[in-house]
Nanobody
């Protein structure tokens, strides 16, 4: 596994979480990296990604509630999610954009549970 997702957990509706995705320097420095999520019975869907230059794309479902950033010194991408809803509950995966497009490189993900 080349990227390691962490930071999931149980949060109440309206709460916040910050997910982390650690990668090797080789992977991190040359790839756009993003987050996808998959809820039971649903297909995996893009949440957000960030390019090597720091340009970001946020899915419509998370606009205004999520921020993606990268720390080049730590080879880590962060996904800050606020105002979480029950519908946000899913396993969140990080991957390179190319890996996701080719459906390879998925790790085990991190579970986000939104419940009161």
């Amino acid at each position: 596994v080349q990227l390691q997702a962490s930071g999931g957990g149980l949060v109440q509706p309206g709460g916040s979480l910050r997910l982390s995705c650690a990668a090797s320097r080789r992977i991190f420095s040359s790839n756009s990296v993003g987050w996808w999520r998959q809820a039971p019975g649903n297909q995996r869907a893009l949440v957000a990604f960030i390019t090597t230059r720091g340009n970001t794309v946020i899915a419509d479902s998370m606009k205004g509630r999520a921020t993606i950033s990268r720390d080049n010194a730590k080879n880590t991408v962060y996904l800050q999610m606020n105002s979480l809803k029950v519908d946000d509950m899913a396993v969140y995966y990080c991957n390179t954009y190319i890996g996701a497009r080719n459906d390879i490189g998925w790790g085990q993900g991190t579970q986000v549970t939104v419940s009161s």
